[in-house]
């Protein structure tokens, strides 16, 4: 739909003149909240997977305090929304490049302007969100802005809420967007409903104790830590947890399936079991359910092992707003790196390489892995 919108509107045109941690998934009750008496809530929230974990406790919020909630996200959006029951419906908008033609949007415009939602909410301000909430039809269009958008696309907004403080954590940030709008509730937490196939799934392709890796980032390979330090991490892991297996898993793409191949040519060894082709995002989350600890990148692997409860070892370099998505107190340990491209805030990085995660040592992710390891996978 956006697509249409920047046809009419291009992006560029003139513009006028409680910190808290990381939880536990599960329940909780929420206060009597004195939100609009909003029936019917569209949330515009078009982002990948660790966008989409982190938009989760706001949505549940949001359907506890006694709307119907619909999500219009990107296909890997609506498999993690799969798995929170409270959702009435999802609407898939592919997001690729090159974008898809402008009219392969307006089925899908028309058929959300028929369904005269009361409210339609963006807490993620995006030129493209924006647009998407300003034509949804909904009697109530709000959203969060950046401060650089476009005037086109908060022409249609009727309310409009300022930045939202990137210091707290990404979910924080998202269920700050509620309070400003009157929510007083409690933070519903994530709570998945991970169906029992996939668990009878994940049960049966790793055999406990093991640790679940991501040595991918599919957001930019400057996110990413050498192979050969992966494999020197693994083996100094292995002198201390001989008994433990590790299960790498990877998004199934030809680029992410060569790392894991190369991988495992450099580690060679049978404890080390790789899964490279795309498993699903109910899948992938019994892995982590299952696992005694998920070891990786700044990826989005890494925030639904979080939401899951699992303890946590993860490498990142500063970038803007990192503090936002990094894990949060016990159980997790982060290593973290300045980085040139943060400083020069341009993405000059030589060779396109993070040359700042490789001054991480292989001897402080075994020793973090270690700290963090509960004492029954050790073997």
Same mark, same amino acid.
């Given at each position: 739909?956006?697509?249409?919108?920047?046809?009419?509107?291009?992006?560029?045109?003139?513009?006028?003149?409680?910190?808290?941690?990381?939880?536990?998934?599960?329940?909780?009750?929420?206060?009597?909240?004195?939100?609009?008496?909003?029936?019917?809530?569209?949330?515009?929230?078009?982002?990948?997977?660790?966008? *989409?974990?982190?938009?989760?406790?706001?949505?549940? %919020?949001?359907?506890?305090?006694?709307?119907?909630?619909?999500?219009?996200? *990107?296909?890997? /959006?609506?498999?993690?929304?799969?798995?929170?029951?409270?959702?009435?419906?999802?609407?898939?908008?592919?997001? $690729?490049?090159?974008?898809?033609?402008?009219?392969?949007?307006?089925?899908?415009?028309?058929?959300?302007?028929?369904?005269?939602?009361?409210?339609?909410?963006?807490?993620?301000?995006?030129?493209?969100?924006?647009?998407?909430?300003?034509?949804?039809?909904?009697?109530?269009?709000?959203?969060?802005?950046?401060?650089?958008?476009?005037?086109?696309?908060?022409?249609?907004? *009727?309310?409009?809420? #300022?930045?939202?403080?990137?210091?707290?954590?990404?979910?924080?940030? $998202?269920?700050?967007?509620?309070?400003?709008?009157?929510?007083?509730?409690?933070?519903?937490?994530?709570?998945?409903?991970?169906?029992?196939?996939?668990?009878?799934?994940?049960?049966?392709?790793?055999?406990?104790?093991?640790?679940?890796?991501?040595?991918?980032?599919?957001?930019?390979?400057?996110?990413?830590?050498?192979?050969?330090?992966?494999?020197?991490?693994?083996?100094?892991?292995?002198?201390?947890?001989?008994?433990?297996?590790?299960?790498?898993?990877?998004?199934?793409?030809?680029?992410?399936?060569?790392?894991?191949?190369?991988?495992? #040519?450099?580690?060679?060894? #049978?404890?080390? $079991?790789?899964?490279?082709?795309?498993?699903?995002?109910?899948?992938?989350?019994?892995?982590?359910?299952?696992?005694?600890?998920?070891?990786?990148?700044?990826?989005?692997?890494?925030?639904?092992?979080? %939401?899951?409860?699992?303890? *946590?070892?993860?490498?990142?370099?500063?970038?803007?707003?990192?503090?936002?998505?990094?894990?949060?107190?016990?159980?997790?340990? =982060?290593?973290?790196?300045?980085?040139?491209?943060?400083?020069?805030?341009?993405?000059?990085?030589? /060779?396109?390489?993070?040359?700042?995660?490789?001054?991480?040592?292989?001897?402080?992710?075994?020793? %973090?892995?270690?700290?963090?390891?509960? =004492?029954?996978?050790?073997?």
């Amino acid at each position: 739909m956006y697509q249409l919108i920047h046809c009419i509107f291009p992006v560029g045109w003139d513009r006028p003149p409680r910190l808290s941690g990381w939880r536990k998934s599960g329940s909780q009750r929420n206060l009597r909240m004195p939100l609009p008496d909003w029936k019917k809530v569209l949330v515009v929230d078009l982002g990948f997977l660790g966008d *989409t974990v982190h938009s989760v406790p706001a949505i549940r %919020a949001l359907a506890a305090s006694g709307s119907q909630v619909d999500v219009m996200t *990107t296909p890997v /959006g609506a498999e993690v929304l799969g798995l929170v029951p409270e959702i009435r419906r999802v609407w898939v908008t592919p997001l $690729r490049k090159p974008s898809p033609p402008w009219w392969q949007g307006l089925a899908q415009l028309s058929a959300l302007r028929s369904e005269k939602y009361d409210a339609a909410l963006s807490w993620v301000g995006s030129d493209r969100n924006l647009y998407c909430v300003g034509w949804s039809g909904a009697k109530e269009r709000v959203a969060s802005l950046t401060g650089k958008n476009s005037w086109p696309a908060r022409w249609r907004l *009727t309310r409009t809420l #300022s930045a939202l403080d990137r210091s707290l954590p990404v979910f924080e940030q $998202r269920l700050s967007f509620l309070r400003d709008l009157g929510w007083s509730g409690k933070d519903p937490a994530w709570n998945f409903k991970i169906p029992e196939a996939e668990r009878a799934a994940a049960r049966a392709l790793a055999k406990k104790p093991y640790l679940h890796l991501s040595v991918n980032a599919a957001s930019t390979p400057l996110n990413e830590w050498p192979l050969d330090d992966w494999a020197e991490a693994l083996r100094l892991i292995w002198k201390d947890a001989p008994c433990l297996e590790i299960l790498a898993t990877g998004a199934g793409s030809e680029r992410e399936s060569a790392r894991l191949s190369d991988l495992s #040519s450099l580690v060679n060894d #049978s404890r080390l $079991r790789i899964r490279g082709d795309r498993s699903s995002v109910g899948l992938l989350a019994a892995l982590l359910e299952d696992a005694d600890l998920h070891l990786g990148l700044d990826s989005g692997v890494l925030h639904l092992a979080v %939401a899951l409860g699992k303890p *946590t070892v993860s490498l990142f370099r500063q970038s803007e707003g990192f503090p936002g998505w990094t894990p949060r107190g016990n159980p997790h340990r =982060v290593l973290v790196r300045d980085c040139p491209c943060h400083q020069s805030k341009k993405a000059d990085c030589a /060779g396109g390489r993070a040359l700042c995660l490789s001054q991480i040592s292989p001897a402080e992710v075994a020793q %973090a892995v270690m700290s963090c390891l509960p =004492v029954h996978a050790k073997g």
